[in-house]
């Protein structure tokens, strides 16, 4: 191939229509001048996420019921240094103050999560009203500030009272009548509903290799069927949710897909990426959105398959109104001649990852977590739920925290959804994980993944360098 000149290259540019069609149109004065900004669709929905028990603490307080969290950070050697989250960003008495964080970016959505234990201690049956008055403080705060609450019914903090956990079908049903329940006190100024936070984490890492809540490491069948126990209650929440909110409200879940990218940008590779998807979510995603499991996860499984009851897959498959994505970290896959069509490409020792070991940069898997799961599923609208990173923080004598390492994993994977956006895949919106700095599960607070940097002894947020980047990111409504 002849190496383009810049004239042959401007042709080239010119013959993508939809990527050029979306670039906004600027005068020759002004081209000689202004880059051209990597601008979102008008109206994107700029915000930041956050889970219940990794920043509320008052574990104790205003009758909130144990969660599975509070049992097994409580228990020594399950976490860093014993770290739990009693106290955690203390947001259940300084919200008024997060709200304020996320005004100060003119953040318009925010992601935050109930703790099921606290409106309903037991896990079901009596609520508690000071739990519930809580989360009616927090979102008339949000909404008082012009910030849409988007709310996750579960982020892992099971009620400790459900007998078994996730091994039971009975917390999949538990878990529709909460949703019901949330649903009846809550859509009057909620609109927007996630059932669960990411499958893989609160089935496999927490049952199978016991890293989370409750650190229990099953056996093959039990693990598939806490699996199907998982999917379940996500269908009975959406169906609860249809059932109980008021009209008008929208539900989806929000979901770690194990992302798969072409590890180069051709056809055959990029059908390997597809096979992959598809394959690789079988248990978790790819039944959410087919309403059945692949023959394959079936076959490969064999007696340890999930059992499943008649009208089970009608359910978990219910339609959605959007599906998030938590977007960390790639998988690079090829095509390949074997009966799978592709194989998923071993990491180099020297892959750079950031201080969590599992995640590896590679800013291009949210173009493709976004271009997979429409071209499989065409979901009618897909949210960004989650995307960020830990960083080894550190405030200068001048009081200054200088991510430039976040700042720079942020711009890029940015860049790579502003593709997605211009392309046309539908995605309306985007959570940067995180508003602040806080319970990182079982590493408990020796990762930060904030933008706001917190001072777990004093509870003073201060903003990083990041924080300034994404306001300016939110202002342009284009990459900063
Ligand atoms: C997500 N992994 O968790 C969660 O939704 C958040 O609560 C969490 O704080 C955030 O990402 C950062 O970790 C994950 O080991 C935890 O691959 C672990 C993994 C992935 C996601």
């Given at each position: 191939m002849r190496k383009p000149t810049r004239r042959t290259f401007g042709k080239s540019v010119a013959a993508a229509p939809v990527a050029a069609a979306m670039l906004p149109a600027i005068s020759s004065a002004q081209a000689s001048t202004t880059p051209a900004r990597l601008s979102f669709p008008q109206g994107f929905k700029w915000g930041c996420a956050t889970a219940a028990y990794q920043i509320e603490g008052a574990a104790d307080e205003d009758g909130r019921g144990p969660s599975i969290w509070d049992n097994f950070s409580h228990t020594l050697g399950k976490t860093f240094q014993g770290d739990t989250g009693d106290v955690a960003d203390d947001s259940y008495h300084l919200y008024k103050e997060d709200v304020r964080l996320l005004k100060n970016l003119d953040a318009k959505v925010y992601r935050m999560s109930i703790s099921w234990s606290r409106v309903l201690p037991d896990g079901t049956g009596k609520p508690n009203g000071k739990g519930l008055d809580y989360y009616k403080r927090v979102v008339d705060e949000l909404r008082n500030n012009d910030i849409e609450p988007y709310v996750t019914?579960?982020?892992?903090?099971?009620?400790?009272?459900?007998?078994?956990g996730w091994q039971s079908r009975t917390t999949a049903k538990a878990f529709g009548d909460y949703a019901a329940f949330i649903a009846r006190e809550l859509s009057d100024r909620v609109h927007n509903f996630f059932t669960t936070n990411e499958f893989v984490c609160f089935t496999d890492l927490s049952y199978k290799v016991g890293q989370f809540a409750p650190g229990l490491r099953l056996d093959a069948a039990q693990v598939n069927q806490v699996r199907h126990h998982g999917v379940l209650a996500h269908g009975l929440g959406v169906q609860a949710i249809r059932a109980n909110a008021k009209p008008g409200t929208r539900v989806g879940l929000a979901e770690n897909a194990t992302v798969f990218a072409p590890v180069i940008e051709e056809k055959q590779h990029v059908e390997a990426a597809l096979k992959a998807t598809r394959q690789g979510n079988a248990p978790f995603l790819t039944a959410v959105l087919e309403g059945k499991y692949l023959e394959s996860y079936l076959e490969r499984e064999g007696a340890n398959a999930p059992k499943v009851e008649a009208g089970d897959m009608k359910i978990i498959g219910s339609p959605l109104d959007f599906v998030g994505l938590n977007v960390y970290t790639p998988e690079y896959v090829r095509a390949e001649d074997s009966p799978a069509g592709y194989s998923v490409l071993p990491r180099q020792s020297s892959f750079p990852h950031m201080p969590s070991p599992w995640l590896f940069v590679g800013p291009e898997v949210i173009y493709w977590a976004v271009r997979n799961v429409s071209t499989l599923w065409k979901p009618q609208e897909i949210y960004i739920t989650e995307n960020g990173c830990s960083a080894d923080d550190v405030v200068r004598a001048d009081g200054c925290i200088n991510d430039t390492d976040r700042l720079m994993y942020l711009r890029n994977h940015l860049m790579h959804l502003q593709r997605a956006a211009s392309e046309g895949y539908p995605v309306k919106g985007y959570f940067l994980w995180s508003l602040l700095d806080n319970y990182e599960w079982a590493d408990g607070y020796s990762k930060r993944f904030g933008i706001h940097y917190v001072d777990f002894k004093t509870q003073k947020r201060t903003p990083k360098l990041t924080a300034e980047w994404y306001k300016a990111t939110i202002a342009a409504n284009s990459v900063a």
């Open positions: 019914l579960f982020h892992w903090d099971l009620p400790a009272s459900l007998p078994h």
